[in-house]
């Protein structure tokens, strides 16, 4: 079974910034492409970045990509998500998931992806 951890989460002052981390095993980071995600309260989940498991392209929703980083750190069998400049709107639970699909504007779960029980993120004052 395909296990992720994330973690980083927390409250943040608007303006502040945060780092998440998506823990998984290495044999997972390189056989899956893995995505963040959010939901926020009464809201549907969305898709916010992701990155390939073979070259390590970086994909962005449109929307973040101004204020988001993804990166994966190979010491930490991770995948880094970095949010710059948070807004209230940004407060959500963050997921990270395997299998994941990846384009410009592009951030998709499989059906059958793998996801972890996600990080809650606060921003506010």
């Known amino acids: 079974q395909v296990q992720l951890v994330e973690s980083g989460g927390g409250l943040v002052q608007p303006g502040g910034s945060l780092t998440l981390s998506c823990a998984a095993s290495?044999?997972?980071?390189?056989?899956?492409?893995i995505g963040w995600f959010r939901q926020a309260p009464g809201k549907e989940r969305e898709g916010l970045s992701c990155i390939s498991s073979h070259k390590g392209g970086l994909y962005y929703r449109d929307s973040v990509k101004d204020r988001f980083t993804i990166s994966r750190d190979n010491a930490k069998n991770a995948v880094i998500l970095q949010i710059h400049s948070l807004k209230p709107e940004d407060t959500a639970v963050y997921y990270c998931?395997?299998?994941?699909?990846?384009?410009?504007?592009?951030?998709?779960?499989?059906?059958?992806?793998?996801w972890g029980r996600g990080t809650q993120v606060t921003v506010s004052s």
């Open positions: 290495s044999a997972i980071l390189d056989s899956y492409a």
């Open positions: 998931a395997a299998d994941v699909s990846c384009g410009p504007n592009l951030v998709v779960a499989a059906p059958f992806a793998s």
